[in-house]
């Protein structure tokens, strides 16, 4: 079995004590759930749509400025060019971006699945709360990067681990069944060489600013 995100053979596979599997990649430390747990297509929509993601939830709104605040405000020029990919059903970053002036396309697989975006240019990608999500990181930013310019970013929001299985095999993030990637600081750097991206910033372990170099 390969690495979905650098390719290299995958030998280490470990179960948390609740008998859940996941395979380690000891080349780029990616931590994948093992394939027989995960989801199903409409298992996954559904749970989704659970979510409370909408402008009603305040606690969230306060969370996705801050992210605007951080990791968007420091780099990009008002009207610059968003995609947000995985952009959910409610699209409340979507529009929160273009509250503040961005000129903003979506994306999401199960809720707004058009692709015309791919043939575009961005001056920032936003891939907020959706890396835990995706099953083949390789292929997503192979899309996502051909998406960029030398100087344009990606903006991704998930945990990274600590590199530690005892400290994983605890991690709550783990508990929601659909998330499946998990990614650390090294695996970061695998993804800033691979994919000509130059790491900004880090914030509070989760939220990443990559620049395409
Ligand atoms: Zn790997």
């Not at 959706?130 to 998930?158: D, G, Y």
């Not at 509070?204 to 620049?211: A, D, G, P, Q, R």
Request: charge should be negative; hydrophobic fraction near 30%; include cysteine.
């Amino acid at each position: 079995m390969k690495c979905r995100l650098c390719n290299s053979e995958l030998r280490d596979q470990k179960s948390d004590s609740q008998g859940r599997k996941y395979q380690i990649c000891s080349s780029c430390e990616l931590i994948q759930l093992d394939k027989s747990l995960w989801l199903s297509d409409e298992e996954e929509k559904d749970r989704y749509l659970l979510h409370e993601n909408s402008t009603d939830n305040k606690g969230y709104i306060r969370y996705l400025n801050n992210i605007i605040q951080n990791s968007f405000s420091p780099y990009l020029k008002p009207r610059s060019r968003v995609l947000d990919f995985g952009c959910g059903p409610e699209k409340t970053w979507a529009g929160l971006l273009e509250d503040k002036g961005y000129q903003v396309s979506t994306y999401d697989p199960y809720f707004d699945d058009q692709s015309d975006w791919m043939e575009d240019k961005f001056d920032a990608i936003s891939a907020i709360e959706v890396f835990e999500h995706i099953a083949s990181p390789s292929e997503s930013l192979n899309t996502l990067c051909s998406c960029l310019n030398p100087e344009n970013f990606l903006i991704i929001r998930t945990m990274l681990h600590d590199s530690k299985w005892n400290n994983f095999s605890k991690w709550w993030y783990r508990e929601d069944p659909t998330h499946i990637s998990f990614y650390s600081k090294a695996t970061i750097d695998f993804i800033c060489l691979k994919w000509n991206l130059k790491l900004i910033q880090i914030i509070e372990n989760c939220e990443i600013v990559l620049k395409k170099i």
